[in-house]
């Protein structure tokens, strides 16, 4: 005589579903190749994100201090020996090597490395024109505040270097205090210190 369990199994053959049966059917070949791929994945997600910080030791460069041209500024798109990266603002320039992944060669920003980015920001476009001095005059109201705006942004993230000079303008010599009463002073390029 059959037990009663085996009758039920005999009768319904799902019954008959064993723990072996979904431990198999966990392991399936799918699932194992989907796991290894989601591993996969994440490891290539952890390793971005450490080799970025131990791919890029923070050289300290000596800070910068002086006015420059339009030509002196182009200079410093991060290609020369020592990797910085200058950007001018609103006629402020500002030393972003610490941001070099963004504005330095092959960044997505890279356009504005060595360069006067302030009409990009204020037309949310990642070109820069290599024409001179650019006055900005024929930006209207609501760009000229967008330009403010990111100028502040870099004051408060970026070193100041110096101001980005007018054709025909002379450079300020900086001492220590004067950059300091500089970093605090009007955002204007044009009020020099008294």
Do not use: C
Not at 40 to 69: C, N, Q, W
Request: aromatic residues 10%; without cysteine.
């Amino acid at each position: 005589m059959s037990s009663a369990s085996e009758t039920k199994a005999e009768d319904n053959p799902s019954a008959s579903y064993s723990f072996f049966d979904e431990i198999i059917s966990i392991y399936s070949p799918v699932n194992l190749l989907l796991t290894a791929i989601i591993f996969v994945l994440i490891y290539k997600i952890y390793r971005k994100f450490t080799k970025g910080h131990a791919e890029s030791p923070a050289v300290e460069l000596p800070r910068l201090r002086k006015d420059m041209t339009v030509a002196e500024l182009r200079q410093y798109d991060g290609t020369q020996s020592d990797g910085r990266v200058l950007v001018a603002v609103n006629g402020w320039i500002f030393d972003v090597t610490r941001g070099r992944r963004f504005y330095g060669p092959g960044g997505p920003y890279a356009a504005f490395g060595g360069k006067d980015a302030s009409r990009g920001l204020a037309t949310f476009s990642v070109t820069s024109s290599d024409k001179g001095y650019d006055d900005l005059s024929d930006l209207n109201s609501m760009e000229m505040e967008s330009v403010k705006e990111w100028e502040a942004q870099f004051r408060e993230k970026y070193e100041l270097v110096g101001r980005l000079l007018k054709p025909g303008e002379e450079p300020t010599n900086y001492s220590d205090e004067e950059l300091e009463e500089t970093d605090n002073s009007a955002s204007s390029p044009d009020k020099k210190n008294e």
